[in-house]
């Protein structure tokens, strides 16, 4: 059974920065990343890190957010640097299935997320 436990969301000022973590259990995927869901909106994509098709970023984040993995310890990680009110979210870990196509609905398997809130 594939477990995703994210850790690392809370609150924090515009201009911030906060690291999220994901470790995954019972699986290895050759896609890992972030969707975030804000209140009253889709889930969508943040980032991506595929052993096959390198890095990926919405264009949202380019710039100010990096993903990365470790293969040993199977988790993935998300570093977000100069926060603003509009990065408020549910941010969920990902993996399997969305590698090229970053779609919400082609993950295989999903975190319970976390929430970062970002005040002004």
């Known amino acids: 059974q594939v477990q995703l436990v994210e850790s690392g969301g809370g609150l924090v000022q515009a201009g911030d920065s906060l690291r999220l973590s994901c470790a995954a259990s019972g699986g290895t995927f050759s896609v890992m990343g972030w969707f975030r869901q804000a209140p009253g909106k889709e889930r969508e994509f943040v980032a991506a890190?595929?052993?096959?098709?390198?890095?990926n970023y919405a264009d949202s984040v380019k710039g100010r957010f990096t993903i990365s993995r470790d293969n040993a310890k199977n988790t993935v990680s998300l570093q977000m640097n100069s926060l603003k009110p509009e990065d408020t979210a549910v941010y969920y870990c990902a993996a399997g299935g969305f590698s090229r196509s970053f779609l919400s609905s082609k993950v295989y398997h999903w975190g319970k997320g976390t929430l970062v809130t970002v005040s002004s």
């Open positions: 890190l595929d052993w096959s098709d390198g890095f």
